[in-house]
């Protein structure tokens, strides 16, 4: 007893450092990593811990990962858009970007615990601080600045399931990539409507 409170004050100022560090977890780096150690454990043998492997390549991993942050931000956006946009368009393309989002995030849960692939439980940081960006407009100055990212998001999106769809190692992600493209392009459209019509 007298030992534990020998070593509770490191344990506070462990914890104190741990809360203090902006108060931000980088829950997209933490997913990565996880499933890193988990592909390392794999491959070595007659490892002493138990760590259930990754059954897909660090590539593919990372795609899903990555895929499911972007899909989480997209509906934390879209639900902002619904409270904050002032042009209807504007809060109609929210609505659609919770719902697709939603729909294909389930899709995607559903493949990484069949992969064994970590997912992030909240955005990244640096997703995080455009958000929090976003969230202090108001209006028109709301409307463009989010239409305006979501043009951007969505192409650079296109892009890496593009890439995912072609090169993938695993069929079922490959096949999610590319499934998800659809979506993707139909958004980008709607979002170079919507973003012309407020300029």
């Known amino acids: ?72 931000e997209e509906i934390q956006l879209g639900q902002m858009a619904q409270q904050k946009a002032m042009a209807q368009d504007v809060k109609a393309f929210g609505a659609m970007m919770e719902r697709d989002h939603s729909k294909a995030g389930d899709r995607l849960k559903d493949i990484a615990k069949e992969k064994n692939v970590t997912l992030p439980h909240t955005i990244a940081p640096d997703m995080q601080k455009m958000a929090d960006d976003l969230q202090k407009r108001n209006g028109k100055d709301f409307d463009r600045a989010y239409m305006s990212m979501m043009v951007d998001d969505h192409k650079k999106d296109i892009k890496e399931f593009e890439k995912e769809a072609k090169n993938g190692a695993d069929a079922d992600i490959r096949a999610f990539a590319d499934s998800s493209l659809h979506m993707l392009k139909k958004h980008l459209d709607s979002a170079e409507i919507c973003n012309k019509r407020l300029k």
Do not use: H, I
């Not at 203090?20 to 811990?49: F, H, I, L, Y």
């Open 1 to 72: 007893m007298k030992r534990l409170f020998t070593y509770s004050p490191f344990l506070v100022v462990a914890l104190m450092c741990f809360a203090c560090n902006n108060g931000q977890v980088n829950a997209v780096k933490e997913a990565k990593d996880s499933n890193a150690r988990a592909m390392d454990s794999s491959a070595v043998s007659g490892s002493p811990t138990k760590v259930v492997s990754v059954s897909v390549s660090k590539d593919d991993a990372k795609f899903v990962v990555d895929a499911a942050a972007g899909g989480m």
